[in-house]
């Protein structure tokens, strides 16, 4: 009886792999933070004239000259000559803000160290730890495991603390929540890849990746069809499957999520990936095709979800003890299997019908010494190369007569002598190999009144 054997469709890295394809790069600041912002930054310009007063007049038309450029690379130069001419300005907060948004259009490395220039002076810069975040997550990617791994680590710091700044006075309150409406699920989701990549932590991984998807269900449950949202659901049913033991109906569900709305060139890919798993627990494919419907109506699977799981090798073994009216009449390869894997009374009940009986043992040649043959003799075992018959001589064998290992010996004869069950396998006392005999030709007599030619 064969084991149900499924063949590994991906290696432990595919999930970055595949994510990283699935993956659509948003612009450094999403068009709701930006429209968000607005007020923030019209007072921010207002600042000067308005609220703050520049008493030094070069100092003002310094001042003057950065926020009037056109170009980013003209507006970034002007920043910098004045925050090194004037670094203790009453504007270096409004400077450096601007600063930021003119690198971040050209320059991710300047981006990242005018944010953090920015942090310094503003700690609780919504914009600047986005920024930071993004960009260290997005570098992560390419990067070696080393400084990906601290790449990751700063970006989860700047997007732990992201997710708890508070409101600035000069921000509205409903403009402030549309900016967390857009930030919080991405610094829920760097924390993820942290925990995912950077610390290998999976289960750590799994409790941010979903809330995320919390956040978003409550606040913006369109988001979740959609990159970037939909690339951590697929990362989210992968690290189930790479849980010890692997959930698989998570898995399964959140595959099969994020096969809902990928797109058409990557369905395929994640299909195999969530039949995969699907077959793997349940045994078949019959059914996913339910799952996948139900998964395109509901962010997470509903209470009452499950997926029903095969019979496991001990569920077949003991079936087949039960439904065997006569258990002598089972092939060699079946009783292996029922020794193998069922209870150990029906595993007791098998091995009494062949216990200190004598019997061929045909194979292939794991391991021989004159003294002892290790015998793959089931498909499975076979096919491992791993031996799961033991058959010890009765005499040594001459060295002529002592099998090649890979060959596959036939008239070997041993009588059953011991098993276990764990590593599976079944010990042969006083073997030998049987003889064939040579069958004389059989002899043609006349048939009576028949007379013998003469020449």
């Known amino acids: 009886m064969k084991k149900l054997l499924f063949p590994s469709v991906l290696a432990r890295n595919?999930?970055?792999?595949?994510?990283?394809?699935?993956?659509?790069?948003?612009?450094?600041?999403?068009?709701?933070?930006?429209?968000?912002?607005?007020?923030?930054?019209?007072?921010?310009?207002?600042?000067?004239?308005?609220?703050?007063?520049?008493?030094?007049?070069?100092?003002?038309?310094?001042?003057?000259?950065?926020?009037?450029?056109?170009?980013p690379q003209a507006k970034a130069s002007a920043c910098e000559a004045f925050l090194t001419q004037f670094p203790q300005s009453v504007v270096k907060k409004a400077v450096l803000d601007t600063l930021v948004d003119a690198y971040s259009q050209t320059d991710p490395v300047k981006t990242v160290d005018a944010a953090k220039r920015l942090l310094q002076v503003d700690p609780n810069n919504l914009k600047a730890l986005y920024l930071i975040a993004f960009l260290d997550k997005q570098q992560a990617a390419k990067a070696d495991p080393a400084q990906q791994a601290t790449l990751l680590d700063e970006a989860a710091a700047m997007a732990q603390k992201g997710l708890v700044v508070t409101k600035p006075a000069e921000v509205k309150d409903e403009d402030f929540k549309k900016q967390k409406a857009t930030t919080d699920p991405f610094f829920l989701s760097v924390i993820a890849a942290d925990d995912l990549y950077g610390k290998k932590d999976l289960n750590a991984a799994i409790a941010d990746f979903r809330k995320e998807l919390e956040y978003l269900a409550s606040n913006n449950p369109e988001a979740t069809k959609v990159a970037p949202a939909l690339n951590d659901t697929l990362l989210l049913g992968q690290t189930y499957t790479q849980l010890t033991p692997p959930d698989m109906v998570n898995g399964v569900w959140f595959l099969a999520r994020a096969e809902n709305f990928a797109p058409a060139?990557?369905?395929?890919?994640?299909?195999?990936?969530?039949?995969?798993?699907?077959?793997?627990?349940h045994g078949k494919e019959d059914g996913y095709d339910k799952v996948l419907a139900l998964a395109a109506t509901s962010i997470f699977p509903p209470p009452d979800f499950k997926i029903e799981p095969a019979p496991t090798p001990k569920d077949i073994a003991d079936g087949v003890v039960a439904s065997t009216p006569d258990l002598t009449t089972l092939a060699l390869q079946d009783k292996e299997y029922i020794l193998a894997n069922a209870s150990k009374e029906n595993a007791e009940k098998v091995w009494d019908t062949v216990k200190d009986k004598t019997s061929e043992?045909?194979?292939?040649?794991?391991?021989?010494?004159?003294?002892?043959?290790q015998i793959a003799v089931t498909d499975d075992a076979k096919q491992d190369k791993k031996a799961d018959f033991t058959v010890n001589m009765k005499e040594p064998l001459k060295d002529a007569d002592i099998p090649a290992v890979g060959s596959d010996v036939k008239g070997l004869v041993g009588t059953f002598d011991s098993y276990t069950q764990n590593p599976p396998q079944i010990v042969l006392r006083d073997g030998y190999f049987e003889k064939e005999e040579k069958k004389k030709a059989p002899v043609h007599k006349p048939a009576a009144g028949h007379k013998k030619a003469t020449s």
């Open 361 to 373: 043992i045909p194979g292939t040649v794991i391991a021989a010494t004159a003294s002892q043959l």
């Open 265 to 281: 060139n990557y369905k395929p890919v994640i299909e195999k990936q969530a039949k995969y798993w699907y077959k793997r627990f």
């Open 14 to 71: 595919a999930a970055h792999v595949l994510a990283s394809v699935l993956a659509i790069a948003p612009v450094l600041l999403p068009a709701a933070f930006v429209a968000a912002s607005a007020p923030l930054a019209t007072a921010q310009a207002a600042a000067p004239s308005d609220q703050i007063t520049i008493k030094d007049p070069a100092e003002f038309n310094a001042y003057q000259n950065c926020t009037t450029q056109t170009t």
